[in-house]
Structures are given as structure tokens and as C-alpha cells.
């Protein structure tokens, strides 16, 4: 708008701009002041919590491209921080306020969320059912579980404003393959701090193996060569869905690879083999197949060159990655899968929990089948049933709820089908491939919290990027179309 007494254009988004960083600022002061009341011995917890979070805020208000990557950037190196400082004063808690940092990160990409142009109605339908979901298992879960829902409702209603964000933010093709070489760059930075942690097992790591209570299970010993290694992550699972949702478009593209190329492309796929996740790997082979089946001849024969040159070079240097033989036998478990103990311990696990499906069709509430449980009153009696996805979605939001998850899913899927089909191009087939290697994922976790929804959200949102003129294009043909019948 024009000030009539000087003539100069006052743009509304500047001015909101001008006052969210000042805001934010005393928003957490206010948080810094109630939290030093509630714990006055964590003021170094806080200063580090607020050294993490306020750039994002400053960074939201500056309207900076640099925004996304340092979320991303929190996101994988957070929880090592926070282990560290837990070793350093001696003490463990499931969850402290250095946990929230990422999602508090995250939570930044509101005002420039709100303050884009709306979405079109092809997106906005499916983001509506999404939240609805959320919104829905909140209620539910407030009555039941109190804290604990509101914690999964963050946990749950941040990730998806990364798609949010890149589906709204109006940018070339350009920066949106800088967004993804970045993305890469911080998976080396993971993969490379999780061959340390493979090979010397850090003392903050040890005590963290220690104290969490997994030192005896499924992560291994708090020994060099004897743990599945995590990295700068919470667990092996999120490290791997980290590292498989990056290492993708660096396989099936050359301009995605950056500045480490196939370095970097080896640096991920032997830490990816080193996790043990054998369902990243599975979703890693997933999201290859969507990609290279819908883009077009020419990015199809790299692809699968690049699949290939990958595929090569693991097996010439999978004899000298150190503890190869542990890796070898997790490969070789594919060929008698039913007989593996993990297997089979999901496999009862989806039996035993079936019943309460049954038992409350409408649904447990947010709060239930998490970590989130532990803030409850009690305890939570569905605590573990995280590792299938599908049945966390129907016990947590029930029968409706999860209809309308997978609605909104299925949603955004046909969007970025139809602009397939018109573009055929690179990055609407790197959302299909998101969707795909989500859907496949949630079979073996709950993937829509947390870091590994983040990144689901990413691949998701780039497939939208750039193709708001595409969408109204083919509306466009679709109503002259239907006209014309």
C-alpha cells in the first residue's frame, strides 16, 4: 500500500516482518523466565535451547533463503547436543526442553507460512483433512492422556509446515536444487559423525546408550564396532530414514550431488548400510522404483545408471567397511525374513494390539502408543506400538481419523500425479517418490513425527515447487475440457 504523505510503498509483509522478530524474542523470554522459575538450575539448558532457536525466528523475520537448511540443520544435530550436555552435568530425562528445539525451529516457518498467498484448493483440501486429523486426535487425546497429547500435537502438526512452506514459497528451480544439494551435505555431516560414533562410541553417546536403557538390545553395546550407530540423531531407525530420504535424489540426479558427488553419495550409502535399518533400506528401493518409473526416458537411463554405479561400488567396498560381517548376515536375513526375531516380533505385535482398534474404534487420543506417554499420569498401557505406523494411525486417531490422514495423503498424491503427467519433470516425481517411501515406511514406525516426518515433507514439498502455473494450466484445460462436453 502507498503512505499518501510521502508517497513511499509500505509493504504490509515488511512491516509484519519488522515485528515477529522482537516478538518471537519475548515470547522466549517469557518461556526462558517460567522455565528458570520452574528449574532454576538449567540455565545453561536454556541458553543452549535459545542459541538454537532464536535464529530461526530472526531468520523467518528477514525473509532469508537461508531459513529451511538451518531447520534442517537443527533438526540433525540437536539431539547430539542436547546427549552432550546430559553427559556433561551427569543426568538423563526421556524428554527436557533441549528436546523441543528442532520442533520450536520448525515452528518459525508460521509466518512466512501465513503470510504467503493461499493455497490452491488442490493442495488445500488434503492439508485440511491432515490437520483435521490432528485436531481430531487431540481432542480425544486431551481427555485421556493431558500433556501428553499436546506434545504429540506439536509433534505431529510442525513437520508438515516444511511442505507448507515450499508448496507456498514462490522460488526458481534453481534454489530449489540448492534446498535439496543442501539437504545432502547435511547427511554427510551425519554420515561421517556416524562412522566416529561406529568406531570410537564417544563417551556422551555411551552414556546416553546407557541411561536410555538400550545397551543390552536392538542399538548394540556402548562399544566400538559393537552398536548400531544413530550419528547426531535419537536412534538407528531416524538416522537411516534421514540418510535414505537424502541419499535418493543424489543417486538419481547429478546436479543434486553437490559439491561431494559420489564421495558423498558413498559417505551415506555405507553409513545407511552400518544403521542395520533394513526398512530404510527397503524404502530407499521403494522411492528409486516410483522415481525412475515416472520421469521421462532421458532421466530414467541416468537414473538407473546411477542406481547402478552406486549398487557397483558397495559391493567392491562392503569387504573393508569394519564389522562388514554384521552387515552381511543383516543383508542375508532377507532371504528367510519370517524366521527373523524382528519380524516376528512385529508381526505379534500388530496381534496383541489389534484388540484395541476393537476395543475403541473412535480412537485413543494423541498421547497414546509414544513417548509422548511418559508425561502421562500412569504410564501408557499402548506404549510400543510405534513400531507399525498404519496401526498407530487407527489407534491413535481411530477409524476416522486415519481415513482422513491417508485421505490427505492420497490427496497430495494426485496432485503431484496430475502434474506428473502434464510436466513429467524431476521434481514432482521426487514428491511421488516421497508419498511412496512414506506409505511403504509407516509398515515399520510411526513416520509422521519427529525428524523422519520432516524429511518426508521435504521430498513431498519440492514436487510443488514452481508448479503453481502447471496446476492452474491444467485446471484451466480441464474446465474447457468439461465445457466442451
Same mark, same amino acid.
Given at each position: 500500500?502507498?503512505?499518501?504523505?510521502?508517497?513511499?510503498?509500505?509493504? @504490509? /509483509?515488511?512491516?509484519?516482518?519488522?515485528?515477529?522478530?522482537?516478538?518471537?524474542?519475548?515470547?522466549?523470554?517469557?518461556?526462558?523466565?517460567?522455565?528458570?522459575?520452574?528449574?532454576?538450575?538449567?540455565?545453561?539448558?536454556?541458553?543452549?535451547?535459545?542459541?538454537?532457536?532464536?535464529?530461526?525466528?530472526?531468520?523467518?523475520?528477514?525473509?532469508?533463503?537461508?531459513?529451511?537448511?538451518?531447520?534442517?540443520?537443527?533438526?540433525?544435530?540437536?539431539?547430539?547436543?542436547?546427549?552432550?550436555?546430559?553427559?556433561?552435568?551427569?543426568?538423563?530425562?526421556?524428554?527436557?526442553?533441549?528436546?523441543?528445539?528442532?520442533?520450536?525451529?520448525?515452528?518459525?516457518?508460521? !509466518?512466512?507460512?501465513? *503470510?504467503?498467498?493461499?493455497?490452491?484448493?488442490?493442495?488445500?483440501?488434503?492439508? &485440511?483433512?491432515? !490437520? =483435521?486429523?490432528?485436531?481430531?486426535?487431540?481432542?480425544?487425546? $486431551?481427555?485421556?492422556?493431558?500433556?501428553?497429547?499436546? !506434545?504429540? @500435537?506439536?509433534?505431529?502438526?510442525?513437520?508438515?509446515?516444511?511442505?507448507?512452506?515450499?508448496?507456498?514459497?514462490?522460488?526458481?528451480?534453481?534454489?530449489?536444487?540448492?534446498?535439496?544439494?543442501?539437504?545432502?551435505?547435511?547427511?554427510?555431516?551425519?554420515?561421517?559423525?556416524?562412522?566416529?560414533?561406529?568406531?570410537?562410541?564417544?563417551?556422551?553417546? @555411551?552414556?546416553? $546408550?546407557?541411561?536410555?536403557?538400550?545397551?543390552?538390545?536392538?542399538?548394540?553395546?556402548?562399544?566400538?564396532?559393537?552398536?548400531?550407530?544413530? +550419528?547426531?540423531?535419537?536412534?538407528?531407525?531416524?538416522?537411516?530414514?534421514? $540418510? /535414505?530420504?537424502?541419499? %535418493?535424489?543424489?543417486?538419481?540426479?547429478?546436479?543434486?550431488?553437490?559439491?561431494?558427488?559420489?564421495?558423498?553419495?558413498?559417505?551415506?550409502?555405507?553409513?545407511?548400510?552400518? &544403521?542395520?535399518?533394513?526398512?530404510?533400506?527397503?524404502?530407499?528401493?521403494?522411492?528409486?522404483?516410483?522415481?525412475?518409473? $515416472?520421469?521421462?526416458?532421458?532421466?530414467?537411463?541416468? +537414473?538407473?545408471?546411477?542406481?547402478?554405479?552406486?549398487?557397483?561400488?558397495?559391493?567392491?567396498?562392503?569387504?573393508?567397511?569394519?564389522?562388514?560381517? /554384521?552387515?552381511?548376515?543383516?543383508?542375508? &536375513?532377507?532371504?528367510?525374513?519370517?524366521?527373523?526375531?524382528?519380524?516376528?516380533?512385529?508381526? #505379534?505385535?500388530?496381534?496383541? *494390539?489389534?484388540?484395541?482398534?476393537?476395543?475403541?474404534?473412535? #480412537?485413543?487420543?494423541?498421547? =497414546?502408543?509414544?513417548? =509422548?506417554?511418559?508425561?502421562?499420569?500412569?504410564?501408557?498401557?499402548?506404549?510400543?506400538?510405534?513400531?507399525?505406523?498404519?496401526?498407530?494411525?487407527?489407534?491413535?486417531?481411530?477409524?476416522? #481419523?486415519?481415513?482422513?490422514?491417508?485421505?490427505?495423503?492420497?490427496?497430495?498424491?494426485?496432485?503431484?500425479?496430475?502434474?506428473?503427467?502434464?510436466?513429467?519433470?524431476?521434481?514432482?516425481?521426487?514428491?511421488?517418490?516421497?508419498?511412496?517411501?512414506?506409505?511403504?515406511?509407516?509398515?515399520?514406525?510411526?513416520?509422521?513425527?519427529?525428524?523422519?516426518?520432516?524429511?518426508?515433507?521435504? %521430498?513431498?514439498?519440492?514436487? !510443488?515447487?514452481?508448479? +503453481?502455473? *502447471?496446476?492452474?494450466?491444467?485446471? @484451466?484445460?480441464?474446465?474447457?475440457?468439461?465445457?466442451?462436453?
Amino acid at each position: 500500500m502507498k503512505d499518501v504523505t510521502s508517497g513511499a510503498v509500505v509493504d @504490509a /509483509s515488511s512491516v509484519l516482518s519488522a515485528i515477529v522478530a522482537p516478538i518471537a524474542v519475548l515470547l522466549i523470554g517469557i518461556g526462558v523466565l517460567f522455565y528458570g522459575i520452574y528449574k532454576p538450575d538449567g540455565a545453561y539448558e536454556l541458553l543452549i535451547f535459545i542459541v538454537q532457536v532464536l535464529p530461526a525466528f530472526i531468520l523467518a523475520g528477514s525473509k532469508s533463503k537461508r531459513l529451511l537448511p538451518y531447520i534442517l540443520t537443527i533438526w540433525a544435530v540437536a539431539p547430539e547436543i542436547r546427549r552432550v550436555y546430559d553427559w556433561s552435568v551427569g543426568t538423563y530425562h526421556p524428554v527436557t526442553i533441549l528436546s523441543l528445539a528442532p520442533l520450536a525451529c520448525t515452528a518459525a516457518l508460521i !509466518y512466512p507460512v501465513v *503470510a504467503s498467498p493461499g493455497l490452491s484448493n488442490k493442495i488445500k483440501r488434503p492439508m &485440511t483433512m491432515v !490437520y =483435521a486429523a490432528l485436531a481430531y486426535g487431540l481432542i480425544m487425546g $486431551l481427555f485421556t492422556h493431558g500433556a501428553a497429547a499436546l !506434545y504429540d @500435537a506439536i509433534n505431529y502438526g510442525i513437520p508438515p509446515l516444511v511442505a507448507l512452506f515450499l508448496m507456498l514459497k514462490a522460488t526458481t528451480p534453481e534454489e530449489t536444487d540448492r534446498t535439496i544439494r543442501t539437504f545432502g551435505l547435511i547427511a554427510c555431516g551425519v554420515s561421517a559423525y556416524a562412522w566416529i560414533q561406529y568406531i570410537t562410541c564417544p563417551a556422551w553417546d @555411551a552414556f546416553w $546408550l546407557v541411561n536410555v536403557g538400550r545397551e543390552a538390545g536392538s542399538m548394540g553395546k556402548p562399544l566400538p564396532l559393537e552398536l548400531r550407530p544413530w +550419528s547426531t540423531l535419537n536412534s538407528p531407525g531416524p538416522c537411516a530414514a534421514f $540418510l /535414505s530420504a537424502a541419499l %535418493l535424489p543424489m543417486i538419481v540426479n547429478r546436479k543434486w550431488r553437490g559439491l561431494t558427488s559420489w564421495a558423498g553419495v558413498m559417505l551415506i550409502s555405507t553409513a545407511l548400510l552400518i &544403521t542395520g535399518v533394513r526398512s530404510s533400506w527397503l524404502t530407499l528401493v521403494a522411492m528409486l522404483v516410483v522415481y525412475i518409473g $515416472l520421469s521421462n526416458t532421458k532421466s530414467r537411463v541416468w +537414473s538407473a545408471i546411477g542406481v547402478a554405479v552406486t549398487l557397483g561400488l558397495l559391493v567392491l567396498v562392503l569387504p573393508y567397511i569394519p564389522g562388514h560381517t /554384521s552387515v552381511a548376515n543383516r543383508i542375508g &536375513t532377507f532371504s528367510n525374513i519370517s524366521q527373523d526375531g524382528s519380524y516376528q516380533a512385529r508381526a #505379534g505385535l500388530i496381534s496383541s *494390539a489389534s484388540w484395541h482398534i476393537f476395543d475403541k474404534p473412535a #480412537g485413543a487420543g494423541m498421547g =497414546a502408543g509414544s513417548r =509422548a506417554g511418559e508425561l502421562s499420569e500412569g504410564g501408557d498401557d499402548l506404549a510400543g506400538i510405534s513400531d507399525n505406523g498404519y496401526l498407530v494411525l487407527v489407534i491413535v486417531f481411530g477409524i476416522p #481419523g486415519a481415513a482422513l490422514v491417508l485421505y490427505g495423503l492420497f490427496g497430495i498424491l494426485q496432485g503431484a500425479w496430475r502434474t506428473q503427467l502434464w510436466l513429467r519433470d524431476k521434481y514432482s516425481a521426487l514428491c511421488l517418490a516421497g508419498i511412496g517411501g512414506l506409505l511403504v515406511d509407516l509398515s515399520s514406525g510411526n513416520q509422521l513425527l519427529g525428524v523422519v516426518a520432516t524429511t518426508f515433507w521435504l %521430498l513431498i514439498g519440492v514436487g !510443488y515447487v514452481g508448479k +503453481s502455473s *502447471a496446476m492452474t494450466q491444467i485446471s @484451466a484445460t480441464e474446465n474447457t475440457d468439461n465445457s466442451n462436453s
